[in-house]
């Protein structure tokens, strides 16, 4: 994967771990759902960390 492929990569998963965060911040939202956020949360930090190893 060039660096290039990578950054845009990086950038979508940022944008995921700022959607999530806007949506638990703003919504009144049920435990099931606080729950999924933090998965879909971890999940995209998750890719970050991967993609800046990636990157080295």
Known sequence: MSRDE???Q?????LRCR????RTMEL????AERDQAT????EALGEVWRLL????
């Open 10 to 14: 990086l950038s979508e998963a940022i």
């Open 39 to 42: 998965r879909d949360d971890d």
């Open 6 to 8: 990578i950054r845009e």
């Open 19 to 22: 959607r999530t965060a806007r």
């Open 53 to 56: 190893q990636e990157l080295g």
């Open 28 to 31: 009144p939202l049920t435990a």
